[in-house]
């Protein structure tokens, strides 16, 4: 297709959102005339998308072409702490013909559990777990984006004094960040997005390429200065000065093992866990806490060897049973087939839906999971078609959700739940 292929490609990062969704028309267009080849479904799906309006690569026009090219046949979106990129992101799947679920995550404070003082699945902060919420009725959007509201401002003060921090740790190295002018450019926090922590990294990793360029001095300072012990795996990456994804892979080792240096933490910013319940009550939404488990090797390349919930998992599944999550969800490609089986398992015993999705924020990423292909994981894909029913019918009437009391009454058994969901949802296609 030549150089108009590429340009509506890139068209789909534009900072306009009009411009976004009228290129992701014209792709279709295309594909509709015979003049570009149809992507060839593989019946994958991704519910843990980030875009432009928390950190990634994609906006959310982007990210649904990206997932469309990559054989899906659903998408979802969960930005942190933001559903400023929901509106576009239903329309980019409406346009390109790939069904789409909305959401967002968020970290909350489990402080007042049995589970305080615990390491759940934040590797920065003790008693703090990211928890999503799924399936968003449509008319509840801004009911979401005003709970997020308080919680935003409070983490854009947190932020600014990490600024700081940085700047007291790496004033000596000749490496400072201002907030205002390095860091939230980089976001779409001026139209409802969040400014995050990679963010924050992100800025760091471009003030580092620029004082030291890339390639061995870079890593000479990171490894003699900074005394990070990178992997060969990342070393390699480093040392690949033609590599499009080199910012990203700075980030991600800042992420994993220099963010120590700086962080501050969370506080203000994380809602109540039993707030965050109440919010998915009254909008109809699904509750979710997202398992991370013992991390060894990470497969999203911004995480460090360290032990997370594995130990004490029985305990975190009874607690959040009680709090009222409706769901688990979790990355197969992430744990080993020993954790997913036990998590399985006590999803099972407690009653919990089972959500799937690939954490997607870095270009290295794959849309696709293959470990859906396994016969012990195919019931992931069933939930994310009831998880479009639910999102489907909840929008229409919230009392006809998945979780309301009505339908549970109606149909207690869960799985038969799904099953008429999963139906609802494959009607959307």
Not at 86 to 105: D, H, K, L, N, P
Not at 107 to 114: A, E, I, L, M, N
Not at 295 to 318: C, H, I, P, R
Not at 329 to 335: D, E, G, K, L
């Amino acid at each position: 297709m030549g150089r108009g292929y590429e340009k509506l490609v890139d068209n789909l990062n534009s900072g306009d959102a009009g411009l976004r969704l009228e290129s992701l028309k014209k792709l279709k267009e295309l594909i509709e005339g015979g003049k570009l080849e149809r992507p060839e479904s593989g019946g994958y799906v991704n519910n843990h998308i980030h875009t432009i309006y928390s950190f990634s690569p994609y906006s959310p026009s982007k990210a649904a072409w990206m997932a469309y090219c990559a054989g899906l046949t659903t998408a979802g979106i969960v930005d942190h702490d933001s559903v400023g990129g929901v509106e576009e992101f239903i329309e980019a799947g409406r346009i390109i013909g790939i069904a789409t679920t909305i959401g967002m995550e968020c970290r909350v404070d489990f402080s007042k559990t049995p589970l305080r003082g615990r390491r759940l699945n934040n590797p920065d902060q003790e008693s703090i777990a990211y928890v999503t919420l799924h399936g968003i009725p449509h008319t509840r959007i801004d009911t979401v984006r005003s709970f997020l509201e308080p919680y935003k401002r409070e983490r854009d003060l947190r932020n600014r004094r990490m600024c700081e921090k940085i700047n007291q740790v790496f004033s000596q190295y000749g490496i400072s960040i201002d907030y205002d002018r390095d860091v939230v450019p980089l976001s779409k926090s001026s139209e409802g997005g969040t400014v995050t922590e990679r963010h924050i990294s992100y800025a760091l990793s471009l003030k580092m390429i620029e004082k030291y360029g890339k390639g061995p001095s870079l890593l000479e300072f990171l490894k003699k200065q900074l005394k990070v012990n990178v992997s060969p795996k990342v070393e390699g990456y480093l040392l690949d000065l033609s590599s499009p994804c080199y910012d990203y892979d700075l980030l991600g080792l800042i992420k994993s093992d220099v963010i120590s240096s700086f962080y501050i933490d969370a506080a203000a910013e994380c809602p109540d866990v039993e707030d965050f319940i109440r919010l998915a009550r009254e909008t109809g939404s699904i509750a979710a806490y997202a398992y991370l488990g013992d991390v060894g090797e990470s497969v999203t390349g911004d995480k460090k060897a360290q032990k997370f919930e594995d130990d004490y998992l029985d305990l975190l599944m009874e607690v959040i049973r009680e709090l009222g999550f409706n769901a688990v969800t979790y990355m197969p490609s992430r744990n080993t087939l020993d954790q997913l089986k036990r998590v399985k398992e006590l999803c099972g015993k407690h009653g919990f839906f089972e959500i799937s999705g690939e954490d997607i924020n870095s270009p290295r990423q794959s849309f696709v999971c293959r470990a859906l292909e396994r016969e012990e994981f195919k019931n992931l894909i069933d939930s994310t078609w009831a998880l479009i029913g639910h999102e489907k019918a909840a929008t229409e009437d919230l009392s006809k959700g998945m979780f309301s009391s009505e339908t549970v009454r109606r149909y207690p058994d869960l799985r038969e739940r799904i099953a008429i969901y999963r139906k609802m949802g494959m009607r959307c296609r």
